[in-house]
């Protein structure tokens, strides 16, 4: 532990740490995250992505203390919060110089940069990880550091089930896609304020998280305490669990509906211009679940919004009938099925006149 911080090494021995608090006990978790994650004993740049809030300032703590390359605080300040938003970056600021890391703080308006249709809540999450994205690159960044943890794990499979989205949204936060990585997934909110608290170290809260304007603050707020209050007090834990079991089988579906996507894949003339294109006879031969898995996976690979179950289904019927169809999947985003072929994708001009031909072509 040579690289710790003196301060660290200096309380540790000036004062009675909880074993779990311990810095002994916090490497070891670290290490083992990382080793899982595939970021441990790295030396190359990291990026933790800090909102000043509990979860991120205990993650960004942890990688100061432990991690043996340069770490650099990348904040959003996204112009929604007025005085409050600007005093959150200017924390983050102040703690990485404090820290002596190096701070990446961009200003945005996030309400004058939405896309037509565009929630807030989605604009801002867009707009966020399109920063992370563009900070990784220009630090030449191994990954980013993300500080969701244990409830948001819960929250968000807890989401998804409610709104129907089957066993693809089940598994809640994956702990790695691309460069983002997780590794405060297996931590509680309790435990990181409390190492917060043990260790010193301030944090901000963000007042948007207390009010249930939105559904994921309701969950949150009402009614994961009101299950665990009236049903299970281990609600959250169960859910979280749940949602790592459930990552097996998103894994198993995802290898089943790329070997099904491999069969029924065609190219050349009969994609009429477009590289996804499938079979329609060999996909009407699949069944009702192997169309679904292979709707899901040409989803997954075009990177569209995940279709509840019930549209899936829709969608898997009308693939495995002889009729010609046109599914809209998303804004300007359809699947048209034609009597030898199923054609994926983004609508362009020339898709347009065919789906809506002038009075001389008809």
Not at 224 to 253: C, D, G, Q, S, Y
Request: proline letters at 2%; hydrophobic letters at 40%.
């Amino acid at each position: 532990m040579e690289r710790l911080p003196l301060a660290e090494r200096e309380r540790e021995r000036s004062r009675a740490i909880p074993y779990a608090f311990s810095l002994s006990a916090l490497a070891r978790f670290f290490f083992e995250t990382g080793g899982r994650q595939g970021w441990a004993r790295q030396t190359d740049p990291v990026i933790v992505a800090v909102s000043g809030g509990g979860d991120s300032m205990a993650l960004l703590w942890l990688f100061r203390v432990f991690y043996e390359g340069q770490v650099i605080a990348a904040h959003l300040e996204h112009g929604i919060r007025g005085r409050e938003s600007l005093a959150d970056a200017a924390f983050v600021a102040e703690t990485a110089r404090r820290w002596g890391m190096e701070a990446e703080i961009c200003h945005v308006d996030v309400p004058g940069l939405l896309e037509k249709g565009e929630s807030l809540e989605v604009g801002a999450r867009r707009l966020r990880y399109k920063f992370l994205e563009s900070a990784a690159g220009k630090r030449g960044a191994l990954g980013v550091a993300l500080g969701h943890n244990k409830e948001d794990v819960a929250e968000t499979a807890l989401f998804n089930l409610l709104r129907g989205s089957g066993a693809r949204g089940a598994v809640g936060i994956p702990e790695r896609r691309g460069i983002f990585f997780r590794p405060l997934l297996r931590c509680s909110r309790v435990f990181l304020r409390g190492l917060l608290r043990c260790r010193g170290l301030e944090w901000r809260e963000d007042s948007t998280n207390v009010g249930d304007g939105c559904a994921r603050n309701f969950i949150r707020n009402e009614l994961i305490p009101l299950i665990e209050e009236k049903i299970n007090v281990k609600a959250t834990e169960h859910l979280a669990a749940f949602a790592e079991e459930m990552r097996v089988w998103r894994a198993e579906e995802e290898s089943r509906g790329a070997a099904l996507l491999k069969t029924a894949r065609v190219g050349g003339e009969k994609a009429r211009g477009g590289e996804w294109c499938l079979e329609r006879r060999r996909v009407q031969g699949f069944s009702l679940w192997e169309r679904t898995l292979l709707a899901r996976e040409v989803g997954r690979r075009l990177g569209l919004p995940t279709l509840s179950r019930g549209r899936c289904l829709e969608l898997a019927r009308l693939m495995g009938e002889r009729g010609d169809f046109k599914f809209q999947w998303s804004a300007g985003v359809s699947i048209l099925g034609g009597r030898e072929t199923l054609n994926y994708g983004k609508q362009t001009a020339e898709t347009k006149s065919r789906d809506n031909p002038s009075a001389e072509d008809r």
